[in-house]
T-cell receptor, first 118, second 111 residues
Framework: NAGVTQTPKFRILKIGQSMTLQCAQD?????MYWYRQDPGMGLKLIYYSVGAGITDKGEVPNGYNVSRSTTEDFPLRLELAAPSQTSVYFC?????????????????FGPGTRLTVL | RKEVEQDPGPFNVPEGATVAFNCTYSNSASQSFFWYRQDCRKEPKLLMS???SGNEDGRFTAQLNRASQYISLLIRDSKLSDSATYLC????????????FGSGTRLSIRP
C-alpha cells in the first residue's frame, strides 16, 4: 500500500495563476480531508469528503474548490492564487470520521505539498 | 480565546527525563481527543487517542480532564527520537467539519 500520496511536492505560483493539488489514497477510505498548515501553526481544515460525490466545507474554504469523483482521488483546486495561500497543504484519509470508532478513525496523512505564491 | 491552545515550547529536556505538556480546549461539547506527532517538515502521524479512562502506550500516557477542559501527554524515559512537535486534536463527536488542531508543542531531547 502506498497510503496517501500527494503531487506535486513543491510548487511556486504567480499571483492569479491556478493549479490543482493531487491527492490519492489506496486504502479504500471513505473520508478524505484537505488541510493547510502555516508556519508555526496548527492544521486548518479546508474541505472534506465523506464519500465519492460528497464534499463539504471546513474551516477555511475560501479560494479553494474540491471534487470527489472516485473513492481514491480528492484533488484540491486553487483558482486565483494569492500570497495568503502560501502554505503547506496536507491531504488525509480515514475509514471513519474522528471519534466514531476507536482505531478506525486514524487519519493518515500524505507527505504534503509546499506551495509558494509570489 | 483560541479553541485549542498549546504551550508552543520549546521544551528542552535531557534524555531519560520525564516530560509532560497540556492542551486546553474551549468547547465543552468536544468529544474526541488525539495526540499527533509531527517531525520537522513532515506530515503529522497519530501518536495516540485520548479516552475518558486515559490511555497508555509504552512510555506515553495521555489523560483527559473534562472538568478543567484539557488533555495531557506524559512521556517517560524520553529518547532522542522523541524530539518532535506534538499536536493535540479536538473534535465534536462524529463531526468531520469541526476538527481543530492545536499549534503544537515543540519538544527537544538533548543527549
Amino acid at each position: 500500500n502506498a497510503g496517501v500520496t500527494q503531487t506535486p511536492k513543491f510548487r511556486i505560483l504567480k499571483i492569479g495563476q491556478s493549479m490543482t493539488l493531487q491527492c490519492a489514497q489506496d486504502m479504500n477510505h471513505n473520508y478524505m480531508y484537505w488541510y493547510r498548515q502555516d508556519p508555526g501553526m496548527g492544521l486548518k481544515l479546508i474541505y472534506y469528503s465523506v464519500g465519492a460525490g460528497i464534499t463539504d466545507k471546513g474551516e477555511v474554504p475560501n479560494g479553494y474548490n474540491v471534487s470527489r469523483s472516485t473513492t481514491e482521488d480528492f484533488p484540491l483546486r486553487l483558482e486565483l492564487a494569492a500570497p495568503s495561500q502560501t502554505s503547506v497543504y496536507f491531504c488525509a484519509s480515514s475509514s471513519e470520521t474522528l471519534g466514531r470508532a476507536r482505531g478506525a478513525d486514524t487519519q493518515y496523512f500524505g507527505p504534503g505539498t509546499r506551495l509558494t505564491v509570489l | 480565546r483560541k479553541e485549542v491552545e498549546q504551550d508552543p515550547g520549546p521544551f528542552n529536556v535531557p534524555e531519560g527525563a520525564t516530560v509532560a505538556f497540556n492542551c486546553t480546549y474551549s468547547n465543552s461539547a468536544s468529544q474526541s481527543f488525539f495526540w499527533y506527532r509531527q517531525d520537522c517538515r513532515k506530515e503529522p502521524k497519530l501518536l495516540m487517542s485520548v479516552y475518558s479512562s486515559g490511555n497508555e502506550d509504552g512510555r506515553f500516557t495521555a489523560q483527559l480532564n473534562r472538568a478543567s477542559q484539557y488533555i495531557s501527554l506524559l512521556i517517560r524515559d524520553s529518547k532522542l527520537s522523541d524530539s518532535a512537535t506534538y499536536l493535540c486534536v479536538v473534535t465534536p463527536y462524529s463531526s468531520a467539519s469541526k476538527i481543530i488542531f492545536g499549534s503544537g508543542t515543540r519538544l527537544s531531547i538533548r543527549p
